[in-house]
């Protein structure tokens, strides 16, 4: 095991420290919203969703996420020629008009339009802070560098909707405007915020453009960095379900009760803010993710920072396909929440290597640009993990269209003026079932933890490419080591 020690982190300048703090505040907004947009966008109308369907919900956190994380291939360039505090001011006045405005769309296409506003806005952002990063560390502290990186990503994450779910019973409208504040907060640190040394170039608009697309050329003809972009997009594919199904999952079909009794009893202020119709905010439980990360990601990029990148990945991706897999066949929270520190382990030991790796392949004078295109797993996986926890969780295992299904099995007509809450209880009721014993018995005869073996068959696939892609294609030491 590898100790850190003062020194260690004496060796950051104040720049990494400001760029760190900077990426906290982003994260901490970014997430007190997108933890609660599966369900937000899904629920009931009568607990304040939209009752968009598992579909919708898939093209809108899919292609827009996805279309998130491809423009940093675009915005990494100009924000090279621009400079990065400009376009880190940009970045933030998007974000707060984006947030300002989102409560005021119900509609698919009013939420995906002003949702690719918002996405505009976070791909100005991306880029410079881990190009930041990169510059602002050195061979020998780049993997702890990362690490804290990816740690401060993790407490932005978990406090964010920590404050959000204390005020989502009262107004959905309060999580983005939650999150439009604390955006705020980085137009007083960019006052502190010193650009690193990197090459700005003069060129005009057009040109920066042409030039854009020749380096993704270039990038196209580097056959094994492409390659390796679309086996970490097999990951993310997998990861990112944590966000997009595993929430939906557990508030459909995962009795919390006992959990919420347990913590009324002793904890009430966590019962209070953290609860909804006698159970647990879904999103409460799944945000345990990135608690053990803010607890265990320094101690595990400190055990792994001298061993080989590529095999590291790999290691992650298994553990994490366990986790999050496990995770979906079970209705027991204490296994959920025990199968969500599997999956933290390995996002610990994958997903900071993933960016460190790429970060020391990219030219020192094209940081930014390179880390672009560390998103471009991202974009993809994005749109996969869209169809996995969109058409794919609609037909397997969502309550709603299974308890349609099961009302027409039953010949029971739904009312069109019926929220999805108000069909669920009428079915109940018709088959002289408590709404528990409803679930249950949809649980026994239509199997929707069967989502796990997709899930697990991404991660798999992911696992054993990298694994072959190690073996047969990376045959220079120097892309070997972290």
């Known amino acids: ?23 906290l505040f982003e994260r901490f907004a970014w997430y007190g919203f997108f933890m609660l947009l599966a369900n ?15 579909s919708q919900k898939g093209i809108i956190m899919g292609v827009g996420t996805g279309i998130l994380y491809f423009l940093p291939v675009i915005t990494g360039a100009i924000a090279d020629k621009w400079g990065y505090k400009k376009v880190l001011i940009l970045s933030f006045f998007i974000y707060i008009s984006a947030f300002l405005m989102f409560p005021m769309f119900d509609t698919f296409t009013g939420v995906f339009l002003i949702y690719l506003y918002l996405a505009v806005g976070a791909a100005l952002f991306k880029p410079i802070i881990a190009a930041t990063v990169a510059k602002t560390t050195t061979d020998e502290t780049s993997s702890i560098g990362f690490g804290i990186f990816y740690m401060m990503v993790n407490v932005g994450s978990f406090l964010g909707p920590l404050l959000t779910l204390a005020f989502k019973g009262e107004s959905y409208q309060l999580v983005f405007y939650i999150s439009a504040g604390i955006i705020s907060l980085n137009f007083l640190l960019i006052w502190f915020y010193k650009e690193p040394e990197h090459q700005q170039t003069k060129e005009n608009f057009s040109t920066t453009l042409s030039s854009i697309g020749q380096n993704i050329l270039m990038v196209l003809a580097d056959f094994k960095f492409v390659l390796f972009l679309i086996i970490a997009s097999g990951f993310w594919a997998m990861y990112l379900q944590l966000f997009f199904t595993l929430p939906v999952f557990i508030e459909q079909w995962v009795d919390t009760s006992h959990w919420l009794q347990y913590l009324s009893e002793n904890y009430p202020a966590i019962a209070n803010n953290y609860s909804n119709h006698n159970q647990l905010d879904p999103e409460f439980i799944t945000n345990f993710d990135a608690m053990f990360i803010i607890l265990f990601q320094v101690l595990i990029s400190s055990i792994i920072m001298r061993w080989k990148a590529l095999n590291v990945m790999a290691s992650g991706f298994i553990i994490s396909t366990i986790g999050l897999s496990l995770s979906m066949m079970t209705q027991n929270p204490m296994y959920i929440f025990i199968f969500i520190f599997i999956f933290a382990i390995g996002e610990m ?19 930014a640009l390179y880390m672009g295109y560390s998103f471009i ?38 009312n069109d003026s019926w929220s999805q809450a108000e069909q669920f209880t009428e079915l109940s009721n018709h088959l002289n079932m408590t709404e528990r014993e409803l679930v249950n018995y949809l649980w026994q005869n239509y199997h929707p933890s069967n989502i796990w073996m997709v899930i697990a068959g991404v991660g798999a696939l992911a696992t054993i490419s990298l694994w072959l892609y190690n073996k047969f294609l990376m045959n220079k030491p120097e892309l070997t080591t972290s």
């Not at 095991?1 to 990426?23: C, D, G, Q, V, Y």
């Not at 994005?382 to 039953?410: C, M, R």
């Open 40 to 54: 937000y966008l899904t629920k009931s109308s009568d607990v304040g969703g939209l009752e968009f369907s598992q």
């Open 377 to 414: 797993p991202l974009f993809i996986g994005n749109f996969l993990a869209g169809i996995i926890g969109g058409p794919v969780y609609g037909k397997l295992s969502d309550l709603v269209n299974i308890t349609k299904i099961e009302a027409l099995k039953q010949n029971f007509s739904f």
């Open 1 to 23: 095991m590898f100790s850190l020690s003062n020194n260690t982190f004496k060796k950051f300048p104040r720049t990494f420290w400001i760029a760190n703090t900077i990426e």
């Open 349 to 367: 030991t994958s997903s900071p290597k993933i960016t460190e790796y790429i970060g020391n392949i990219a030219p020192a004078d094209k940081k």
